[in-house]
């Protein structure tokens, strides 16, 4: 039994037909179809949206709508639900005759006929299309860098949910996960201002669009780290040309307001595959950057199972040592310096040793990733500078002469001025003479882009009274100019040098050489390595001033020390080193 309003609305319609068509006309877009969906009516307001004419839509199918928008499993569920006799409700986006999209809100009723079949279908719309363009700037913006306008994190993990999806379809394409951060970044906002910091980063995002396109996901994940997730990319240029490129970017010159800077990256790369995870991808990724970190950045590295297994190690050791600080099994150790002319203990070289509980006593190159994480170290140099005001009173307590502390800046970023400017200040704090410090540094630390900067913090450490030694020297290649541009007091020959000095004539006359060399700079001039009393016999001979080496001592404690120095002066033709 019908509704009363049922009887009423056509009595309305059939009083005033042309009225209610009117009514419809003005406020729906509407069109007809029928079985198959070959369109039998359209009204003008259909005809005026489309942009096409009545006789350019009758006969054909709404495919002349097609915008690509919807895929093929949107429109098999609407004929499943129309098929079935039930209403269609959903938002569609067509496009126009002159290649606009609009959006529209749709809702498409079967017609029957008297016997109840389905002969037709009724679709009625209204445009929706600045509705549909506010919700998508609103998501978009919801996905974006407010500073660079790539997507943030929100937006990368979107898309890197899309790139997993698709690499689970049958024959995907080629895809990759790159991530980065900027190397020599920090010290661009302390310098310069984060002010300049910003506009780096914004330079930057600029570069990677131009790089790599829009078709490609583009993410600033916060700070100084991106990513880019690699689809479109991979089909013109290898992923290797791509990381190449992206590195040259990175160290292209940007002009600030006030200074030009250098920067570089340090990215990691992973294939994305269906066999990985969100959060998988992301580690490996990370994983790669570490070690592209760990080999001095300014590089790239893939990802590779043995990666993951030295990261594994990595963090297993950095846990270790946290509680080998807490439970103090740290401990520095100091390896006598000998001047060679009095035969007397008047330096020592400052190195940290680990009472690992399960491997012993280990020497720092058994754990250089704890100089590496930047907590732990700085931990560790404050731990370094307690310990040498608590030795030195020991010694003073002791009776001993003053020793002239030997420190190895090799694992101290000299770059890293806010940590050097702690860790020094720390030395005065105590009251420790900066005279009594011998600071070592090595040739690749005055080296590449880093050379100029390291060398004014080396001269503004020597204006504070600190000793500047040039350690290693003889390994590499260092420019003779160096020694007079910076303010050195030593040169430490390598112990590269000492081998065969006892029985070859050529290695003999190279030594005696560089020690004329460095004495010729108005250097003191120590030579390392020394084992054996041919070797300690020849150097002396030579001329040298100290000497370094298993022959005099190996790394002891503070407390050895004071035995070992207590000694008589050595007379090295009647005696033999402990």
Known sequence: MSAPHDNRLRALTHEDADFWADVVDNVLIVAVTDRKGIITYVNDKFCEISQYSREELLGHTHRILNSGEHGKAFFREMYQTLF???????????????????????????????????TGFVASRFEITELMNTKVRLKKQAATDVLTGLLNRGGF?????????????????????????????KPVNDIHGHHAGDEVLKVIGQRLIELIGPDDAISRLGGDEFAIILRRSLKLMPLETILTKVQNLLEEPIMLDSATVRISGSIGATPITAADTLEG?????????????????KQARMFTPSLHKTTMERAKILTEARKGVELRQFEVYYQPILNARTGRIEQAEALMRWHHPDRGLLSAGAFTDVFADSALAQIMETHLVQSFHDDIQKWKEAGLPSLRLAVNLSHLDLLNLEQQIDLFSEIRELNLEPSTFMLEVTEQMLQGRRAEKSRLRLRALAEDGFGLAMDNFGYGTVRLSTL??????????????????????EARNLLAALIKLGHGYNLAVTVEGVETQEEFDTVRALGVDYVQGFFISRAVSATELIRITQRDAWNPAKTTPA
């Open 484 to 505: 007079r541009e910076l303010p050195l007091q030593s040169l430490k020959l390598d112990r590269c040098l000492v081998r065969d000095i006892a029985t070859n004539a």
């Open 157 to 185: 993990n979107a898309s890197l949910v899309t790139a997993l999806e698709n690499a689970k379809r049958p024959h995907p394409e080629p895809q990759a996960l790159v991530m980065f951060d900027l190397d020599g970044f």
């Open 84 to 118: 079935s006799g039930r209403t269609w409700y959903g938002n569609l986006c067509n496009r126009a005759k002159d290649g606009s999209h609009y959006w529209v809100a749709t809702t498409i009723m079967p017609h029957r006929n008297a016997k109840g079949e389905i």
């Open 281 to 297: 991808l992301q580690k490996n990724a990370d994983v790669a950057v570490y070690a592209a970190k760990q080999s001095g950045g």
